[in-house]
């Protein structure tokens, strides 16, 4: 009974024993995931914040030494995590995060006092930059960083490059218009692509043809499209003494609108009010190739002697002007977007190259305010080639604070 | 309409209905609504190939798809921007009644004019149909040009003078990369690649000379006469030059519009090729 007992007391023995060594290491281990939660990454130090400046409020630049656990000792930084509260004591909510190895965050908040990341002006707000560990298993909470205050501000200093150039352009425009007003005969070199509107339109009076004129896909503010309404203007005004068929085909409406403002003026000026045609001027759609295809087809059904492209172009200009080309018209085109000239230049007779479509629009009017405006240009070149010399030299000798001058903030 | 007018139509009529059976037919097993499917494909593919006609010459078909084309987008525009602009946006802000006959959640925030200012002038530029007050509508046509031109002004004097400026400023010299140490070392360490001193010197000295020669050909208060006239002559040539390089790289983005409708027709409608 003694040994039967002995045997029992030993096999329970041995068992419990069993489950213990299997228990400790299970205690171990929770023991070990604790301490890394409990244990994270050390504060981020030194945290400084301010008002964004240059900018219209509710917004605020926090900045803070990184943690010494970022990239180093523990290597155990994730990011860091950026908490705004109303009050010293909290609670905080999380306003945003940056990667590991950043030191400074922008708070960019909402003007709109519902929106859920309104940043109210001129009131205090408090911060905290939290380390936050891979994977999210430790946050260390920073110290509480305020009270700051967003504030609005009435200029940008950021743009104060900006603002002399305006007021060394105006100057400019201003004295050239009163010059000009003033009875000064202003100079401007002969462009050849202008020379050529009044044979194109001669060339259509003498086929008896139509005259095609498109103002591109431009809106009417776009300055392209205004240049082009002053070419218009002059296209109009002949074709009025000429008495040829003019079509405008306009892509917006209210650039139709302004299109028949422009050409009804040209017709009353050239003392022909009563042969103006409200229906030369019309809208198509504003759907970029839908236009194209029916302004193709206008071409070849109509067979206008001159086609006249004055204006902002897309990926239609190749297309109205191969079609134009092929039709037998002369062409004569005008844009300031870059990617298309390459093919009106293939495809059309004359191309005013980029400014040249401005300075057409001023050759043609000969009025005082584009002359002026085209002689403060040439004036604003000028300027731009001396400054880009003096930044060469400046750039070769490393003076840095001449090129800042021109680094302009949003 | 002429006879042979009737029967193209015709011929392309009894095409489109063959065309459309056999994809009904082949895309039947695939469920769905394979006869509205299968007529899709098919008017697409016809609208396409009515569009690519204009490449033999002007016809009825290609009027056809032109005619279909704008109307449809003329309509869909208008009713696009009175959607989205007027219903969408405007009468949300204004009124409750009206944001509710036309299902759209009114959006209750405090009494704002500004949102009155544009649609009074909407409503002066339809005064444009009126002879007596047609005169009203140019004030917002005044408006918009005005505006727009102002806020130009800053925007281009910003991208296209001070940034293109500060653009200009490189060392014709020397780089970061490449301190200038002689012209001894220039030559003994010559190098013709990419990241070569050489390489970086002629880029910026491309840049500075393309810059000057080019603003010179803009260059309007002055007649284009011997050096002047020379350096303009450059700053054509550059241009003429940059044109070139664009005028190629845009061409091949045309390239892969032709491969998509292409891919279209034999992949989509006809099946040759598997998308």
Redesign the interface.
């Known amino acids: 009974m003694k040994l039967k007992l002995l045997v029992w007391f030993l096999v329970m023995a041995f068992g419990a024993s069993l489950a213990l060594a299997q228990d400790e290491p299970a205690v171990v281990d929770s023991l070990a995931i604790d301490t890394t939660q409990v244990i994270g990454p050390a504060p981020v130090s030194m945290l400084t914040g301010k008002d964004k400046p240059n900018d219209h409020g509710h917004a605020v630049v926090i900045g803070w030494e990184t943690s010494p656990d970022d990239g180093a000792g523990q290597n155990s930084v994730m990011g860091y995590q950026i908490l705004l509260s109303l009050n010293p004591e909290g609670p905080f909510d999380s306003v945003g995060f940056v990667p590991a190895g950043n030191v400074s965050f922008e708070h960019i908040g909402a003007k709109d006092k519902?929106a859920k990341n309104f940043v109210p002006d001129n009131t205090d707000l408090y911060y905290r930059v939290d380390a936050v560990s891979m994977g999210w298993t430790a946050v260390t909470p920073s110290a509480v960083l305020g009270p700051i205050q967003s504030c609005g501000q009435l200029f940008n200093r950021g743009?104060w490059?900006?603002l002399i150039?305006?007021l060394i352009?105006s100057f400019f425009t201003i004295f050239y218009v009163m010059k000009a007003r003033g009875g000064a005969e202003?100079?401007?070199?002969p462009?050849g692509g202008i020379e050529a509107v009044d044979d194109a339109i001669g060339r259509a009076t003498e086929m008896g043809r139509p005259i095609l004129y498109v103002l591109g896909l431009g809106?009417?503010?776009?300055?392209a499209t205004?240049a082009s309404f002053t070419i218009l203007g002059r296209v109009a005004k002949r074709v009025a003494e000429y008495q040829t068929a003019l079509m405008v085909p306009t892509y917006d409406p209210?650039v139709m609108?302004?299109a028949q403002?422009v050409v009804k003026s040209a017709y009353m000026d050239a003392g022909r009010p009563e042969d103006y045609k409200e229906d030369c001027v019309h809208?198509?759609?504003?759907?970029q190739?839908?236009?194209v295809?029916?302004v193709?087809?206008l071409m070849?059904?109509e067979r206008p002697a001159t086609n006249v492209y004055m204006g902002k172009f897309y990926?239609e200009s190749?297309l109205l002007a191969e079609t134009g080309s092929m039709a037998g018209s002369i062409q004569i085109s005008g844009t300031d977007e870059?990617?298309q000239?390459?093919?009106f230049?293939?495809a059309c007779d004359y191309t005013l190259?980029?400014?040249?479509l401005y300075?057409a629009s001023a050759y043609l009017g000969r009025e005082p305010k584009l002359l002026g405006s085209?002689?403060a240009?040439?004036w604003?070149?000028?300027i731009?080639?001396v400054?880009?010399i003096i930044?060469?030299i400046?750039?070769?000798l490393g003076w840095t604070s001449f090129?800042d001058l021109?680094?302009?903030v949003d | 309409m002429r006879r042979s007018t009737y029967l193209i139509f015709g011929v392309v009529t009894v095409l489109f209905i063959f065309s459309w059976a056999i994809k009904a037919l082949v895309i039947a097993g695939d469920g769905g609504n394979y006869l509205a499917q299968s007529f899709m494909v098919t008017f697409a593919a016809f609208l396409t190939l009515a569009i690519y006609s204009f490449l033999y010459e002007d016809n009825p078909l290609y009027k056809f798809a032109e005619h279909l084309f704008v109307g449809v987008s003329a309509a869909y525009w208008m009713c696009q921007a009175f959607w989205s602009t007027i219903v969408g946006n405007l009468i949300p802000r204004l009124s409750e009644g009206l944001s509710n006959y036309f299902m759209q959640p009114y959006q209750a925030s405090p009494w704002n004019p500004a949102y009155i200012i544009p649609v009074v002038l909407g409503v002066l530029l339809l005064t444009r149909l009126s002879n007596k007050y047609g005169w009203l509508s140019r004030w917002p046509l005044a408006f918009i040009v005005g505006t727009t031109a102002g806020l130009n002004f800053i925007r281009y004097l910003r991208s296209d003078f001070i940034v293109q400026v500060s653009s200009t400023f490189v060392p014709l010299m020397s780089t970061k990369l490449h301190p200038w140490e002689g012209i001894g070392a220039f030559f003994s360490n010559f190098d013709l690649s990419a990241t070569g001193q050489f390489a970086a010197l002629l880029t910026n000295w491309v840049i500075f000379l393309g810059v000057f020669c080019g603003i010179v050909y803009f260059f309007f208060s002055k007649e284009h006469t011997g050096t002047f006239g020379r350096a303009s002559k450059i700053g054509i040539w550059i241009l003429m030059i940059t044109f070139g390089a664009s005028f190629g790289y845009t061409v091949m983005g045309r390239i892969s519009l032709l491969v998509g409708r292409i891919t279209f027709l034999f992949g989509d409608w006809l099946g040759l090729v598997q998308n």
């Not at chain 1, 190259?353 to 040249?356: A, D, L, Q, Y």
């Open positions: 519902d743009r490059a900006v150039a305006v352009f202003l100079y401007i070199r462009i809106s009417a503010a776009d300055v205004i209210i609108t302004v403002e809208f198509v759609t504003q759907s190739f839908a236009y295809a029916a193709n087809g070849l059904r990926a190749l870059i990617a000239i390459p093919f230049i293939v190259i980029g400014e040249e300075a085209l002689k240009q040439d604003g070149k000028a731009f080639v400054l880009s930044g060469l400046a750039a070769q090129v021109f680094r302009v």
